[in-house]
């Protein structure tokens, strides 16, 4: 903090700016003193910090960032990265960064990199000098590229697990073995995953969950797509689903499922009388779908909190306690978080043959 940390004074001479020093004299404490309790309040005498703040709000005046960096060498300030900012998934970890950030003083910096690895790189470089660090949800670059990065910015990373960066991983491979079995309990012997994107992790991380618990509960398993993970990409998928004779799919995302019941009932595919469909993630309006949709249900906005609290750790910021958020107070390594199945209407006995085109 500087005096040239300041903003014009409503209602002053045109010019006229307060400054730290303003509020020193209004409340006849140093200026040191105003400036570890505007920037670091924990340093400063709760009474006393109090005043400071009640004549800064008096006085109008608002911290520069920007100056403020210059002198601390910190923003307060974290990015967070996601891949889709109009994908439901992404509207709960928002929310939970963005609880956890405030409720620890911080600021959120937003960036939407619109699935594109290119876009990725290009915001975390911009962002250097904005942001103490940043928190990647389901990040499109390689483990290298990422790893990199960490060594420049401290970074936390959701849904991704490279070597030596702090994550947090869903588990949604648990969720894929808990469809499965739902669907060999109702009868199905042979399951299609509708792939999303090949530049997702999690992706992969799925699919290899399912050849797994298949092999052991004698199920077949196929694959279409790769699909992007948008509703529109559901019509695709279902048509390749009724191609390839399926009585059972599960889905890469909520959205591509939720296309997919659009598609089959415009075909006169009844689901789940013809065909059983599982999404993954639970978003918001996954329940209000025709049928509603079953689906893996995962702690969304935990695993945006979560990761502020692991970012936050290791930039030395003590967190604000919010229960059990993070195991044994981890900052490092990563954090897993379990999935469970919501089954719905979209999950029904195997017909006794599958359905065919016509």
Excluded at 26 to 33: D, E, H, I, N, R
Excluded at 247 to 256: E, G, P, S
Excluded at 282 to 288: E, H, L, P, R, T
Aim: proline residues 6%; glycine residues 8%; aromatic residues 4%.
């Amino acid at each position: 903090m500087s005096s040239a940390d300041t903003v014009p004074v409503g209602g002053a001479d045109v010019g006229r700016r307060v400054t730290i020093r303003d509020i020193a004299d209004a409340t006849g404490v140093a200026p040191s003193t105003v400036s570890r309790a505007l920037s670091l309040p924990d340093r400063v005498n709760h009474v006393t910090q109090q005043r400071i703040q009640q004549a800064a709000r008096e006085l109008g005046y608002v911290a520069n960032s920007q100056a403020r960096a210059l002198t601390s060498g910190r923003t307060r300030a974290v990015a967070v990265l996601v891949s889709d900012i109009t994908n439901p998934f992404y509207f709960d970890v928002i929310r939970g960064t963005q609880h956890q950030l405030s409720a620890a003083g911080w600021t959120q910096l937003l960036v939407d990199t619109e699935e594109s690895a290119d876009a990725e790189l290009a915001a975390l470089s911009a962002i250097a000098t904005k942001a103490d660090g940043a928190v990647l949800t389901a990040s499109r670059l390689s483990d290298a590229q990422i790893a990199r990065f960490a060594e420049r910015t401290p970074l936390v990373v959701v849904n991704r697990r490279p070597a030596g960066v702090p994550s947090v991983l869903i588990d949604t491979p648990g969720g894929v073995e808990q469809a499965v079995q739902h669907l060999v309990s109702l009868g199905h012997r042979d399951v299609l995953y509708v792939a999303g994107p090949d530049s997702s992790w999690s992706n992969e991380r799925r699919w290899r969950a399912l050849v797994r618990v298949a092999k052991r509960l004698g199920v077949r398993v196929a694959r279409v797509g790769p699909h992007a993970p948008f509703v529109d990409s559901g019509a695709a998928a279902a048509d390749a689903a009724v191609n390839a004779g399926a009585t059972a799919c599960i889905a890469f995302n909520d959205l591509i499922a939720i296309g997919m019941l659009s598609r089959l009932r415009e075909r006169g595919v009844r689901v789940p009388e013809d065909m059983s469909v599982v999404g993954c993630d639970d978003i918001f309006g996954a329940d209000f779908c025709n049928p509603p949709l079953t689906t893996m249900t995962s702690p969304i906005e935990r695993a945006g909190r979560v990761a502020i609290r692991m970012l936050l750790g290791r930039l030395g910021a003590a967190p604000s306690s919010s229960g059990d958020d993070l195991p044994d107070g981890q900052t490092a390594g990563a954090v897993a978080l379990p999935t469970h199945l919501t089954v719905r209407e979209s999950t029904g006995p195997a017909p006794s043959s599958p359905h065919r085109p016509s």
